[in-house]
């Protein structure tokens, strides 16, 4: 039973693996552009969450409708004043740019809040579970969690299925020049991207910040899970980073449960097996690998 | 036919390499290493550790630069290395190697270990291969910071060399991270005149184009790859002799990118010189900012986006904006006579 409970809580935890995960993924599919800071500004929303609610009082959940608008606005300034100034410079510049981002929020984050570990208090709800068999408990705020990224990816599917913008935002990932030649509007676009992007990864951060205790420096550990969970469920399908970001939560789970220290590891182990013997990710298509 | 032997270049072009400047560069360098070799004679222990500190930096900024600046890499998992090479040093002394002769040993492994990192990361291109080397240096860690006999996470203590004065340590120390210095720089002097060279600045100008002329681009990336990390390797062997403790956190820490690419960036890249550039610069901010704590990192992260943003090129491109000048005589010239 230690065994079933452990892939459960794996696939749970997958879940916020996932909303961390489609932001990166889609920013890197429409405009070729890894953002390095994507994790540390999870844990910015997670920070400016802890503020409102010194400031304001209640339950964080309340949050959500503040720091999530938020971050979506400072995304498509970020993107407008930052980041088109970075894809202007050439392939390196980005990551640069990005990189040093990620430097400035992680060590501003330790310069005012210090270096301890804070968590969210969301009462009863943290602690409260439901019992699917015996010995097997899952947290009610994973399984929201979970609920959750499931609607963050069917949202975003349909919406780039759907509408007009998100048809935009896949003509400019197939083709940029095609896409602004037949009238898209690259700047705009990008933008949106970027909105879209934080917005995804300040609802990762809040709900992180929910299930466990985080620091300035948790960015960079949130962006490499990410980065596995795009890399396993295959690039450029939002199904298969859902499946990549299950896929690395159950590795991780199932590792702890076979050394307690080995959990992390065990999810890269995962990520290098991927790599080496299926590089086009668990359902991506061979014609997709990392270009 | 005889348009063609009408073209202006019908007297074959005078090539030569290096130019006077150039060549009295290269004299410069050889005597300031010469005077630096006498350094400890002359200044107390501290300024020696000081020295000894840049140098390290200096040699990880050389590492650096090959990879991202020549290979087109951005490899933010260096640090790897450079925690292997300081924990071989620390395993093989467990062995009975002494420190010194582990650092030229740990050098070699670095180079090693990359080859089969390098065809990991090869999967990935660009801002992908960026995390993945991350994620490899990650991996380094977790394994080796589960060593018991290494000291786990809480890490180790080199006591090889505790039957040396600390200064007799310190000097010896100066004189590795000196000649280290002095041999990252030469390598990286050779390789850029010799043919690999060539290639190298072909697919670092355009992938595509040298791929075209006959250029086995990956090839030349994985020998550069290897290169680096015997490079980054050297620095990190140098830590352990000088630090004489290691600790997973700190010996692999993501802070060493930082450093590097801000090296790199500022002095500039993908030129001989910026590495030499940035790390002096860098470690007068070290010296001047240590004191305002995190705001030093800070203010490098901030560095770092503006000079990518608005000085592509570092302060050696701005002043060789036309790649005319070079501290030693690396390119070649081509003078054609109009007469």
Sequence with gaps: MIWLNAVVQGLLLGGLYAIFACGLSLMFGVMRLVNLAHGDIGVLAAYFSIILIEHLGGNPLWTFAAVVPVAALVGYFLQRFLFDRALDGGELSPLLVTFGLSIVIENLLQQTFGANDQSLNIGALSYQSWKIATDVYVGRLNVIIFVIAVIVIVGLQLFLSKTRTGLALRATADNRRAASLSGINPKRTRSIATAIALATVAIGGLFLAMRTSFAPTSGSSDLLFAFEAVIIGGLGNLWGTLIGGIALGIAQTVGSQINAADGILIGDLVFLAILAFRPQGLVGLKSEVAR | ?339
């Design chain 2, 1 to 339: 036919m005889s348009e063609i032997t009408n073209s202006p270049l019908d007297v074959a072009p005078l090539v030569t390499r290096g130019s006077k400047g150039s060549r009295l560069g290269l004299g410069t360098v050889i005597v300031v290493a010469v005077l630096l070799a006498f350094a400890p004679a002359i200044t107390g222990d501290a300024t020696t550790n000081d020295l000894t500190q840049f140098f390290i930096l200096l040699i990880m900024a050389v590492g650096w630069n090959l990879v991202a600046g020549y290979g087109g890499m951005i490899s933010i998992g260096q640090q790897a290395f450079i925690g292997f090479a300081s924990y071989a040093v620390l395993d093989l002394s467990l062995h009975g190697v002494l420190a010194w002769y582990g650092v030229p040993i740990a050098i070699v492994l670095s180079g090693l270990v990359s080859i089969p990192v390098s065809f990991l990361a090869f999967r990935l291109r660009g801002g992908y291969f960026a995390i993945g080397t991350w994620v490899i240096a990650q991996v380094f860690q977790l394994v080796i910071g589960q060593q018991s006999n290494l000291g786990g996470g809480a890490g180790a203590s080199l006591n090889d060399l505790n039957n040396l004065s600390p200064i007799t340590r310190d000097d010896i120390t100066y004189w590795f991270a000196l000649a280290l210095c002095v041999l990252a720089l030469g390598v990286t002097g050779f390789l850029l005149r010799s043919r690999i060279g060539m290639a190298l600045v072909a697919v670092r100008d355009d992938e595509h184009s040298a791929a075209a002329t006959g250029v086995s681009v990956v090839r030349t990336k994985r020998f550069i790859f290897i290169l680096s990390a015997a490079i980054c390797g050297g620095a990190g062997a140098l830590l352990i002799i000088s630090n004489l403790e290691v600790q997973p956190n700190s010996s692999f820490a993501i802070q060493y990118s930082a450093f590097m690419i801000f090296m790199v960036l500022v002095g500039g890249i993908g030129s001989f010189e910026g590495p030499i550039i940035g790390a002096v610069i860098f470690f007068i901010l070290e010296q001047t900012l240590d004191n305002y704590g995190v705001w030093y990192l800070v203010i490098l992260g901030a560095f770092a986006i503006i000079v990518t943003l608005w000085l592509p090129r570092g302060i050696w491109g701005a002043i060789d904006p036309r790649h005319r000048r070079s501290l030693v005589p690396l390119r070649y010239e081509l003078h054609v006579d109009e007469g």
